[in-house]
């Protein structure tokens, strides 16, 4: 099975600050995404990754900038933190090749801005 | 672009009743058709999946789907649930140019004793 792993799983930032959300994959997955979730929205899509170098705007993009610097590291990364961005964080990767089509997701990362 | 609602925020039945969870896509090519289940506290798991041919499908545990195109629907069912069955159920599609996944709201799920 994909293995996908966040870190940190738990995190406090001030607000104003930067934070950085790591997640890496083990299975050679072309596709990456970073979705919050919250009650009553559900997981929406921030960004997502076709491959390495590559960054695509998701449904809420504002406030949030990624990375993929290679196949298997994809950063989330909040340059001026709010608290409106407390949430749980969650990486996702998957393939597109053949009928492979699901993404597997990571454990999650909860972010609370104080 | 695409979406998916799932109207039911919460659905309570009793265990050994059967159960279905809905779910209505929105995209106008082919679909990539999912459900996904979270138990409390941790990642999302897949149950099932739609890619093409036979309209019902089988997921794990007994829970299966059927894509209905005409309704654009994709809901889940299954025969007779069981306690350990609570849990927060998601419907997503993905689209079949782009990779973009995106998910409903979600559903919870519980199933009394």
């Known amino acids: 099975e994909a293995a996908v792993t966040q870190s940190p799983r738990n995190k406090v930032a001030v607000t104003g600050g930067k934070v950085t959300l790591s997640c890496n994959q083990t299975?050679?997955?072309?596709?990456m995404y970073w979705y919050r979730q919250d009650t009553g929205h559900g997981l929406r899509l921030i960004h997502y990754s076709y491959g390495a170098g590559s960054t695509e705007k998701g449904d809420i993009p504002d406030g949030y900038k990624a990375s993929r610097p290679s196949q298997e590291n994809f950063s989330l990364i909040l340059e001026l933190a709010t608290p409106s961005q407390t949430s749980v964080y969650f990486c996702a990767s998957g393939d597109a090749r053949g009928r492979n089509t699901e993404v597997f997701f990571g454990k999650g990362t909860r972010l609370t801005v104080v | 672009a695409q979406s998916v609602t799932q109207p039911d925020a919460r659905v309570t039945v009793s265990e050994g009743a059967s159960l279905q969870l809905r779910c209505k896509y929105s995209?106008?090519?082919?679909?990539?058709l999912f459900w996904y289940v979270q138990y409390p506290r941790q990642g999302l798991q897949l149950l099932l999946k739609y890619y093409s041919g036979d309209p019902v499908v089988q997921g794990v545990n007994g829970f299966e789907a059927e894509f209905i195109k005409s309704n654009s629907s994709f809901h889940l069912r299954k025969a007779s649930v069981h306690w350990s069955d609570s849990a927060v159920y998601f419907c997503?599609?993905?689209?079949?140019?782009?990779?973009?996944?995106?998910f409903g709201t979600g559903t919870r799920l519980q199933v009394l004793p």
């Open positions: 299975n050679n997955h072309n596709n």
């Open positions: 995209y106008s090519g082919t679909p990539y």
């Open positions: 997503a599609v993905r689209s079949s140019n782009t990779n973009k996944v995106v």
